[in-house]
């Protein structure tokens, strides 16, 4: 069982907009700002898509987007596109050094 | 860029010990960022089981504290983790990640190890 709760799967139309939450406690996504978020495609690497809860590395797209709401944290991907189909998995810092992730959600695009 | 490639046994025996390698490409693993190692097992989500510093300091994740060994060979660009007294339950798809502060910015494609006899 994961620390983190992620539905296991969202779906969306291309063009849309999917929103995915990932909930946890104040001991971990409430309690710091370092929610990421990696988008993993079968057979490659994990792909870092968002850090510290809003901040994207250099060359990700800006249809990714993250935000935090007390110990739930979210990713939004606008314009849903064929390439975003993948599963993508939410992760916090847990304090003690120790790192925390979900279980992973399925992302299709109808 | 880092490109990050992980190496490992494929099959392992339960109670034995489990051995894998991440050799690391376009960096120095002497840089100022910690080398850590993860888990996803089938069907299941990914897990963060430790990272090392090239300066020796090590973070561990607590529940598997007790089985891990973490190591780095600066001489060969490498880091390796050690998972001893293996079950069925650490069957597991291995991956290597540079580690920035409180996430993973690099990976590797990751290395499939089935514990079974």
């Known amino acids: 069982q994961s620390a983190l709760t992620q539905p296991p799967s969202a779906s969306g139309s291309p063009g849309q907009s999917v929103t995915i939450s990932c909930t946890g406690t104040s001991s971990d996504v409430g309690g710091y700002n370092y929610v990421s978020w990696y988008q993993c495609h079968p057979g490659k690497a994990p792909k870092l898509i968002i850090y510290e809860v809003t901040k994207r590395p250099s060359g990700v797209t800006d249809r990714f987007s993250g935000s935090k709401s007390g110990n739930t944290a979210s990713l939004t991907v606008s314009g849903l596109q064929a390439e975003d189909e993948a599963v993508y998995h939410c992760s916090s810092y847990g304090g003690n050094s120790n790192l925390v992730f979900g279980g992973g959600t399925k992302l299709t695009v109808l | 860029q880092p490109q990050l490639q992980e190496s490992g046994p494929g099959l392992v025996k339960p109670s034995e010990t489990l051995s894998v390698t991440c050799s690391v490409s376009?960096?120095?693993?002497?840089?100022?960022?910690?080398w850590g190692w993860l888990r996803q097992p089938p069907g299941k989500g990914l897990e963060w089981i430790a990272s090392i510093h090239h300066s020796q300091s090590k973070v561990y994740s607590p529940s598997l504290k007790s089985r891990v060994t973490i190591s780095v060979d600066t001489s060969k660009n490498q880091f390796s983790l050690k998972l001893s007294s293996v079950t069925a339950a650490d069957t597991a798809v291995f991956y290597c990640a540079r580690h920035d502060l409180h996430h993973f910015d690099y990976w590797g494609q990751g290395s499939l190890v089935i514990v079974s006899s």
């Open positions: 376009g960096d120095s693993i002497s840089t100022n960022y910690y």
